[in-house]
Structure formats: C-alpha cells, structure tokens
C-alpha cells in the first residue's frame, strides 16, 4: 500500500473527532490506536468488498476451528501492508510513541496453543497466496483465561478482550442464522475480521459467530419482578460463545463444549450454502466443484451430519446424492497420536442437545457398519473397532474419516504412526484418503515482525524474497565461514535477550543476566511435554552446583511459560513445581550468578513475539510418540536457537533438515519405547540406579520441596514410582543431563555456535505455513491462486 502522509493524517483526525471528539494532539494512545485500526480497515475497504466478489465466482476453502489464536492486528497488518515503518515515523513526528499506542491492543483471545496458533498461520498464507478461502469460529467473549501466580500457583482470572469492543471485527447483521438445539434455538451474529496478505491486495475473512437469544428480555416475567428470570433465556444463549473451553468436568460443561462445537459448525455451513445457492442455484451436483471445507481437528466434525441435515431436511436431496456430495467436500486434519485420546460422545448427551444429528449420525454409523459387514464377514470384532457408535459412544474421528474424501497427519513421524498403528483399519481400508501435511509457520509474524533485526540482516545478505519464499532462506548457508556475519548473528540475539530481560524486569520484577545461555520451554502444560523431566534436570544441576561451586559451567537462565486447563490438576502442580525450585534456586547466593529459573506469567502470542527471538535453546521434550508435530519448534528454529529434542513431532524434520549434529538430539525414540514397554517398564530402576535421581525425585516428599499442604507433589510422585512413570520421565532423565551438560560446554565456543545457529536459520523453509497450504491447496482443496 502507497501512505500518504497528509491523507493519513486527514483521516486520522476524521476518525478521532467522530468517535471521540478529539484531535491528533490530545488523543490518548488507546484513542490513536482505536482510530489508527478503523482507518486501516476504511483504506482496505475496496479491496476486501472487491476479495469476496472474486472469490464467490471461484472454489474456495472453508477452514473450520474451533481456536484462531491470532495475537495482535495491528503491528502484523501493518507490516503485510507494506506501511509499518511509515506510520511509526509518522507518529514519532507528531510526539506519539508507536509502542504505546500497539500496546493499547489487546490479544484477541481466540485460542490456546498450537491448533489455534497453526489456524492463525494459515490464514495469513491464504491470503498472501491469494488463495480464495475464509475461517470460521466462535467470538469468545472470553479466552480460555488470563493467568496469574499466587503463592506459586496458577489463578485463572477472565481474559476479557472485547471490554472495549474490536475494532478489527464488523459486525454483518444481515447474514445471521438461527442454530437450533433439542431445548430451543439461539441466533448466531457474524463478525468478519480482515486477513491481510503480505504485498497483495487480496483481503481474506475470519469469520467468527456470537451467540445471542432470540428474545432477549421476557417482558412478562420482567414485569412480574422477577428479574432474574427475565433475562435467563439471554444468559443460557450467550453462554455458548462465553468462554474458549468451558470446563468440562461435569454433564452441563460437557453440553456446553457439544453446544459451541454445532452452534458454530452449523451457522457456517448454513452461511457457506446460502453463498453457493446466490450464485449457483440448487446445483448441488457442483458443490464440491466451489466448496472445500476442511476439518481443524475432530471439534467440528459434527459438520458432515449437519451438511447431510441441511441437504437431505432443507434441500430435500435424496440421501445416497447428499452423501456423495458431502464426502466430496469434507478433508480432516488429525493432530492427535493416541486413538484413544481422539474425541467421543456420551449417546445420551449427543441426543438431548442435538437430537436430529444423532439421528443422521447413527443413519452413517448403519450405512458404515453394513459396508463394514460386506467387506469384513468373519472379522466381527473389526466391525466393532471402526464402528462410529460403539459401547454408548459416538467416535468423532470415525466418523470425520468416513465422511471425508482426505485425512493428514501433520508431521512424517506422526503421519506414519497415524498409518501404521493408531489408525491402522482405517488406513488398510482407505489407503488412498491418507497423506501428510507437516505443519508450518508464517515467517512474516514470526520472523519479519518479531525480530527486525535478524530480517533485517537476512534482507541484506539474500534479499527480501524470503519473506514469501522461505525457501530463500538456504542462500545464506554461504556466509557459514564470514565471522562477520556470525559475529552480527550473536550481536542480534544478545540485543533481542536484553529487549526479553526488560520485559521481565518490568512485568514481573524478576532480572535476569543477558549473558547467561537462554534455556527455553513455553507450551501448554501437559505431562506428555515432559516440563517436569525439564525441572528435575534443574533441580539437580542446582544439587551439583550446591555440591561442587567451582565446577566448570556457563550460566544459565531456565525459562518456563505455559497455561495448565483449570481441571487438570498434575499440570497445575508441575507449574507450582517449578515456581517452588524456582524460588529455592534465585534466593541462594550461592548459585546466583550461575542459574536462573524464570516463569514467565500469562504466556500469548504477545509475549512469544519476544521469547522466540531471544531463545538460545528450544526445550522439545515430549515422549516420543506423543506430540503430533509442534510448531513452536519451528519458530525456535526460524530466530537461531537450537533444539534440544527427543526424536518426536516435527523435531524429527529439523533434525533433518538441519542436521542432527546441529541439534542436540536425545531420549528413546518411538520404537524403544515400544521395545520397553513389551520387556516391561520399572520406573524404580533409573530411580535407584541414577546418579543424583533419587535425591531429586524424593524432593517431592521429603520436605525439601513444599506444596503449601496441598499434597500435590505427593499425586506427582505417586505418578512416576507407583503409576509406571507412563511418560518415561525417569528413563530419559541420564541421557537428557548429559545432552545439557554437552550445550554448557559447546556454548562457550561462540563461532561454532553461531554456525550452528545459521545453519537452523537457513534450513527453516520447509516449515513455512506458505509450503503448507500450497500442498492443502494442490492436494486437498483443490483451489487456485486468484487475485485481484
């Protein structure tokens, strides 16, 4: 986009006096930032209107998740209009601080990890491609929640984004449908945010539904004074889009969870057929030929029965022709290893919330297990397995693999797994439905925005065509042997660790030394991503160091950052584990100087904007096996830090494409845990046989360590000695010390570090969400470039 400084200005004022009745020079930086976003959204305008007109004649994608997490617009927008530089100058002229007024930006709390973090990202390549295709949620009113620490434990507190409004969402009243449930039927409101490609015209939308009553107010009641009863039926109706993953411990939350997933799936395949019939008609024999609808996940698989009950009760198409139809449209994206894991439904509860689904669901469970009977007569217990209802429960997974024409994996390790165990019958009868599709970052947010500095050190060796062809990236591999480019790469990350340390100081009062290495693991907390191997590795370097003060060693600051699910107990007691050894080891003036552990509060896309960049180590320790693919490994990898990893998800690629002896690479992997688990697993062989394992292990019952009284750490301990250990903390715990104790060392020889960061950093194309999408898109979908 062309600025034009005095236009700019011009409407900048136009757009303060309107909504706030002020002027450039006494606004404050939460009114810029309001009137700075609208403007945006009136310069782009034209060319969004102009987008949908396009893409409506053409095949387009239909990308349903139940999470976008987005982070901020504004900076991102900003820079894919080709613009940032000009109008923090401009401000700056004018005595506004840019930083100030991007910070009045709240993260659109839309997500939690890596589903919604990987949704966002693929937003950003469709539209940068010019690919036709839109995304489709729920506006939560409110995130999964803002995280706070008391006494070293995790309080959720409300994350309310939308307190102020968005001025990045419009709302579009006139495409409102109504959802009906089996107790009654709520509106769905559609907002449309912009998605804006990196130097195109081409404006893509997400769009989000809210959940609103049908009658707001029963005014007779209201009238009798029973006000609180007056507005129950508004409360029930904006819970669906209340809360992103309401607790779902008891019956009501699990309605609630079933609730948001059809409320939003259903209101965007009836907005997605409305779009097809203005243009085609009741030409359903094309519909798969304009609409591709891809399933993030199994949350909302419960489109391919809504798609059928929309053609088969609305459009009053035979069943046989909808059901073609419908496999035709649906691809699904699994991201989980275990089968076991993949999401159910209890009989009773799918058919009290949406009784007229269940009814076309178990109509696709008989045509499946009649197809199943034909083709496996003698192999009864077969037709159980692959059975969509089976012992009271409705199989999502089943169901999307039935229902669909393509099923990805998102890595190779767990595509071959997904193949070659987990969903074995599935893959012996559909051979030709499943391929891989590893997943893959947009390296506009994650490199171009967060880390200016190193952009700007790529675009001067290579040129700037890397920031849409990551693949680019491979040409600076020859600079390997310039100590002055190497010396410029480790000047840039110390510059990005000292911005990691002011934010620290100034948010939690915590100082941290920029010159110790930068030990990193910020994911969501679950056992299977091993932060507990991570700290008890902490814990007992602490011990060595207490033991012998003049050992040989590099400092180190061990940084943590993850949000545990309000009922997941265990990873709300690793987080308090962590705060605990956290504060045993930063009050001994004895190690002071040498370790450092950090846990860095509320951890978003925000705050990952300033972790990745400063990153020396990229901590991607799950059990092999267990993680799908990871895409923070890949934004790690993209800011020059080094994987210490198991052989899991998508490490297995980077090591690959990097070359293991640039990561460091340790654990069992996945087939010798399987040969482990055949001989027989006794966690209390490494506990006893484990220099140092003991001592840490206990430290959760003995009193060195203290769980307020909760008897938290005594549920931890019981899990690795008494439960199996099922994530094989304790039998990856020697060779994972001896893999940091191997970083500590080649870490004091900076050139050779810094060849190895290069080396991540130019072999990061692959794992562009550019890469990505365009094999969705030649693979999948089926769609094509089309610009305007």
Known sequence: MKFEKELWKEKLEEKLLEKFSVTLKDASNFEVYQALGETVISFIARDWYDTKQKYSQEKQVFYLSSEFLMGRALGNNLINLGIEKEIREFLEEIGIDYNKVEDEEEDAALGNGGLGRLAACFMDSLATLNLPGQGYSIRYRNGIFNQFMRDGYQVEKPETWLNYGDVWSIERPEDEVIV????????????????????????????????????????????????????????????????????????????????????????????????????????????????????????????????????????????????????????????????????????????????????????????????????????????????????????????????????????????????????????????????????????????????????????????????????????????????????????????????????????????????????????????????????????????????????DFTPVTYIFGAKAAPGYRIAKGIIRLINDVAQVINSDADVKDKLKVVFIENYRVTVAEKIFPAADISEQISTAGKEASGTGNMKFMLNGALTIGTLDGANVEIAKEAGEENEYIFGMKVEDIDALKHKGYDPRYPYNNTTGLKKVVDALIDGSLSDLGSGIYREIYSSLMEYGDQYFVLEDFENYRKTQRDINRDYKDRITWAKKMLINIANAGKFSSDRTILEYANEIWGIKESKI
């Open 180 to 551: 009906t449930f089996g107790n009654g039927s709520v509106k769905a409101l559609p907002y449309d945010m912009p998605i804006i490609g990196y130097d195109t015209k081409n404006i893509n939308t997400l769009r989000l539904w809210e959940a609103h009553s049908i009658v707001d107010l029963n005014l007779e009641v209201f009238n009798q004074q029973n006000y609180l009863y007056a507005t129950q039926d508004k409360t029930l109706a904006e819970d669906i889009s209340r809360v992103l993953y309401p607790n779902d411990s008891t019956d009501e939350g699990k309605k609630l969870r079933l609730k948001q997933q059809y409320f939003f799936v259903s209101a965007s395949l009836q907005d997605i057929v409305k779009k097809f019939k203005k243009v085609h008609g009741r030409e359903f024999e094309k519909f798969s030929d304009y609409v591709a609808i891809q399933l993030n996940d199994t949350h909302p698989v419960i489109g391919i029965p809504e798609l059928m009950r929309i053609l088969v009760d609305i459009e009053s198409i035979k069943w046989e022709d909808a059901w073609e139809i419908v496999k035709k449209t649906f691809s699904y994206t699994n991201h989980t290893i275990l089968a076991e894991a993949m999401e159910k439904w209890w009989v009773g509860l799918y058919q009290e919330v949406v009784p007229r689904i269940f009814q076309i669901t178990e109509g696709i469970h008989n045509q499946l297990r009649a197809e199943l009977a034909n083709l496996y007569p003698n192999d009864i217990a077969k037709q159980e397995r692959m059975s969509i209802i089976n012992g009271n429960m409705i199989h999502m997974a089943w169901l999307a693999i039935y229902g669909s024409h393509k099923i990805n994996g998102v890595a190779e390790l767990h595509t071959e797994i997904l193949k070659n165990r987990e969903l074995k019958d599935w893959y012996e009868l559909y051979p030709e439905k499943f391929l891989n599709k590893t997943n893959g970052i947009t390296p506009r947010r994650w490199l171009l925005k967060s880390n200016p500095q190193l952009s700007n050190l790529i675009t001067d060796l290579i040129g700037n065509k890397w920031i849409t062809d990551l693949s680019e990236l491979k040409k600076i591999e020859k600079y390997i042997d310039n100590e002055e480019v190497l010396n410029k790469i480790l000047d840039i990350k110390t510059e990005k660790k000292k911005e990691l340390v002011d934010y620290l100081r100034e948010v939690q009062g915590v100082e941290v030394n920029p010159n110790s290495i930068f030990d990193v693991q910020v994911k969501r907390l679950h056992e299977y991503k091993r932060q507990l191997l991570n700290i008890f590795q902490v814990y007992d370097l602490y011990n060595q160091l207490k033991q012998n003060p003049n050992m």
